[in-house]
């Protein structure tokens, strides 16, 4: 069974059709990339996925429930995170509440109880792995603006996992990173248990290609091409509308 599928799902702004008739499969346990030129739909995408987004028509299915349309949080309890193109932090709390808050919002605690429930062991030890899943452990106490650009996101990272997601959305994950940051936060992708379905949305091609059991190219809202890389890369569609011109648009704002 596919852990993900969408049909025919659609959402346009206007006459713009940003998501054309997109007819996705994500297997249980797959690194599945969406690619595509600038402005191609591939966030639009994972809005709609992770209920930022309401589609327009078509109909989006989580291990067999037709979740469409359901508000962020639900689609968050139901096991599908994500992460944003953009920082989404707290920049002057520490990185350890940081990740608390995102706990502790998952688990639905009243505000009432954050301080007690700050003070637990059981939460505590709950932050902590999850530091410990994204590199930060021994950074817990520094105030998150202190943190460099590529710790701030393996830190949103953190705040993804922090629900205990069985898919993840990545939204270009090493969009403005250093080469050694990319290489720090693939490794890290890499990392992540086997049993974590992901999908990256990533415009660097190596990173693409470290990561990706099927890659999924999407063009002007519809898919081009969806297969293993290898399928891809000897796709002759795929190469002119994209492969071709690497180093060109999708580069252009890292
Ligand atoms: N809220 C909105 N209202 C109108 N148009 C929108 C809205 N959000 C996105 N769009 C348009 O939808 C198209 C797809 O945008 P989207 O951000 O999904 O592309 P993308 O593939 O993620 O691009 P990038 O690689 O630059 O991140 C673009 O033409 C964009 O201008
Ligand atoms: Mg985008």
Redesign the pocket.
């Known amino acids: 069974m596919n852990l993900l599928e969408t049909h025919d799902l659609t959402?346009a702004?206007?006459a713009?059709v940003?998501?054309n008739a997109v007819n996705l499969r994500v297997a249980m346990r797959e690194r599945h990339a969406?690619i595509?030129?600038?402005?191609?739909?591939?966030?639009?995408?994972?809005?709609q996925l992770g209920g930022q987004?309401r589609p327009s028509s078509g109909k989006i299915v989580f291990k067999g429930q037709d979740i469409t349309g359901l508000a962020p949080e639900r689609i968050c309890k139901m096991g599908v995170s994500r992460t944003f193109?953009r920082n989404n932090l707290f920049p002057n709390l520490s990185v350890f509440e940081n990740v608390r808050l995102a706990v502790q919002s998952y688990r639905g605690l009243s505000w009432r109880f954050i301080r007690s429930a700050g003070a637990s062991p059981e939460m505590r030890e709950a932050v902590e792995r999850i530091l410990d899943q994204v590199n930060l452990l021994a950074r817990a106490r520094q105030t998150t603006r202190d943190l460099s650009y590529g710790e701030q996101r393996q830190l949103e990272m953190g705040i993804a996992l922090a629900c205990n997601p069985e898919l993840l959305l990545l939204?270009?994950p090493t969009?403005g990173m250093s080469p050694a940051e990319t290489e720090r936060m693939t490794e890290l992708i890499r990392s992540f248990p086997a049993s974590l379905t992901i999908i990256i949305?990533e415009?660097d091609m190596q990173v693409v290609f470290a990561l990706a059991d099927r890659i999924t190219v999407?063009t002007y809202?519809r898919v081009l091409a969806s297969g293993t890389p290898a399928e891809i890369t000897a796709n002759d569609e795929v190469r002119e509308a994209y492969l071709g011109q690497e180093g060109g648009h999708?580069r252009s704002?890292a």
């Open positions: 959402k702004f206007g713009l940003v998501t969406v595509g030129p600038n402005g191609a739909g591939k966030t639009s995408l994972l809005n987004l193109q939204d270009e969009s949305v415009h999407l809202g999708e704002h």
